[in-house]
């Protein structure tokens, strides 16, 4: 297995530290792993730093073939299976927008500087969770400290991805918490937080261009 890191973000230690033992576990793991090994770091990928104006911060990739494609909460369009997850953020982004959504993978996201961070960036088939004490999480504490250097919006869906907050350095960011957007947790305060339009007011306040939250 080659896990290439993200040239933009390749200075952190965690790829000279970290990355070699993940690999030689990933390589010893005997069941499927998700997402596909060119995607497992796609969202680092697709937003440098410097690009990077909003972090929303999940959890671990989906466990059922074809549905992890390396952004956080992401599916690839035309999977045809369950939403769960990204269907309750689809009807959070109505409600607090009034805009439907259908597009199921958020690339569009990614493009416009949204980091769709996993606290883990692997999974094995089957097992939610199943990597997250792989040391992945180094990676999620090097990446907030190193986005803590400027203003920027950071999303953070569910306890597990909360625990990582105290690695934001400086006052001046934007730090939105709920309950997690997954089927179990979605009632105890996900649907209702409007984190879409209160991103998209902070960036405006800023004289930043808002997210287009729904491709035309």
């Given at each position: 297995m080659a896990l290439t890191p993200p040239k933009a973000w390749a200075h952190l230690p965690f790829f000279t530290e970290t990355l070699p033992g993940i690999v030689t576990r990933l390589e010893a793991e005997t069941r499927p792993v998700y997402p596909p090994e060119q995607q497992v770091f796609q969202a680092l990928e697709m937003c440098p730093p410097d690009d990077t104006k909003v972090v929303i911060l999940g959890q671990d990739p989906y466990h059922t073939s074809g549905k992890a494609d390396g952004l956080a909460f992401s599916i690839p369009d035309g999977f045809g299976g369950r939403l769960d997850s990204l269907g309750n953020i689809f009807k959070e982004l109505e409600d607090d927008l009034g805009v439907g959504r259908t597009q199921t993978g958020l690339?569009?996201?990614a493009a416009q500087g949204?980091?769709?961070?996993?606290?883990?960036?692997?999974?094995p088939e089957g097992t939610a969770k199943g990597h997250a004490k792989l040391g992945w999480d180094r990676l999620t504490k090097e990446v907030l400290t190193a986005l803590s250097d400027r203003p920027r919006a950071f999303v953070l869906w569910g306890g597990p991805a909360q625990k990582f907050a105290r690695h934001i350095q400086g006052s001046d960011h934007l730090i939105l918490t709920s309950a997690h957007p997954s089927p179990l947790s979605v009632y105890r305060g996900f649907f209702g937080s409007r984190p879409f339009s209160k991103v998209n007011d902070w960036l405006k306040a800023r004289g930043e261009?808002?997210?287009?939250?729904?491709p035309q």
């Open positions: 690339s569009d996201w949204v980091l769709l961070l996993n606290t883990a960036l692997t999974v261009t808002e997210i287009d939250w729904t």
